[in-house]
């Protein structure tokens, strides 16, 4: 169990384009996602955060109004590049974690990632 | 969340116990040690978890230092597939929602033959 899923798995686009990057949480509920960035040869940051339901809280530095975040149900949340533009080009890495307590409930499982290139 | 210190780097044959150290001084009496390793171009995956005692599973074992200062991630038997970089994080778990994973730079693991 525990499996999370991205789509797509690669895109390309032109500058200036929106593109939009779904995450979801294929056997389990997920009141909290994760979205990250990663460049190459460098570590996962942290974008934002978001509940379902309600507005995502977003990192310092990263534009809301760019990387738009909806988390409209329990297994689903979509990341929304809007006019993109090459230094956008990234590997976006989702993660949902499940909403039961536990010793293991706030373990966060990840998505395989999409890797987003602007031309 | 405590900040972690990893070797940048490290190397394991083939067939060799891996061990994958990482300095925590700072962490506190509520947070637990998480491991988590990201395969080239893919999603990290969740390794063991601990909070004071040692922990094991399919995939590792994680020795936690007394004082809790250190720990070290054991792969016993390394392969190729594992070749990877490794993720030490400290994490509260009662924090909620707020509650995230901060990544730092990690351990490279190369294993080879």
């Known amino acids: 169990g525990a499996v999370v899923s991205q789509h797509p798995s690669w895109v390309i686009c032109k500058s200036g384009t929106s593109v939009k990057i779904e995450c979801r949480s294929l056997d389990f509920q997920a009141t909290t996602m994760f979205w990250y960035r990663q460049f190459p040869k460098q570590s996962l940051m942290l974008m934002a955060t978001s509940n379902e339901g309600s507005k995502a809280t977003y990192e310092q530095g990263v534009e809301k109004d760019k990387f738009l975040i909806n988390h409209a149900s329990l297994t689903l949340s979509t990341l929304t590049v809007t006019s993109a533009h090459p230094e956008d080009s990234s590997f976006y890495i989702c993660s949902a974690r499940k909403t039961y307590s536990g010793s293991r409930s706030y373990e966060q499982y990840f998505g395989p990632g999409t890797r987003l290139t602007v031309t | 969340d405590a900040k972690t210190t990893q070797p940048t780097s490290m190397d394991c044959a083939e067939g060799r116990a891996a061990n994958l150290p990482c300095n925590h001084s700072?962490?506190?009496?509520?947070?637990?040690v998480y491991w988590y390793r990201q395969i080239h171009s893919q999603g990290p995956q969740y390794i063991i978890h601990?909070?004071?005692n040692n922990e094991t599973n399919e995939m590792a074992s994680l020795i936690i230092t007394e004082d809790r200062k250190s720990s070290t991630l054991i792969l016993p038997h390394a392969t190729l597939r594992d070749t990877a970089v490794y993720y030490c994080i400290v994490r509260a778990l009662n924090t909620g929602t707020a509650s995230k994973l901060t990544f730092g730079t990690g351990t490279r693991l190369q294993v080879t033959l």
């Open positions: 700072t962490i506190s009496g509520n947070e637990y």
């Open positions: 601990g909070l004071k």
